[in-house]
């Protein structure tokens, strides 16, 4: 195995990245990158613990699905499909 990263990867978790919401982004790469705990990033940013674990979770979600699927949005939940939204 080389250590060369996939250009193509990295262009989505890039593009991911920069679709997220802002704050969401921020906690993503304060815990990711700067190796902060959340305790600290949600002293910081004001939320509860739980808040920032629940950002955490929805940015990996989110990195995922554009890691597996490209700039394609996602699909609408059912319910929205039957309101009309």
Do not use: C, N
Not at 2 to 18: G, H, K, N, V
């Amino acid at each position: 195995m080389t250590d060369t990263p996939d250009l193509e990867r990295l262009e989505r978790l890039e593009a991911a990245l920069l679709t997220m919401p802002r704050l969401r982004r921020e906690i993503f790469l304060a815990v990711r990158l700067d190796a902060m705990r959340y305790e600290d990033v949600a002293r910081i940013t004001g939320l509860s613990v739980r808040a920032v674990e629940r950002q955490m979770a929805r940015a990996i979600a989110h990195i995922g699905y554009h890691l597996r699927h490209g700039a394609a949005q996602p699909p609408r939940r059912w319910w929205y499909r039957r309101r009309g939204k």
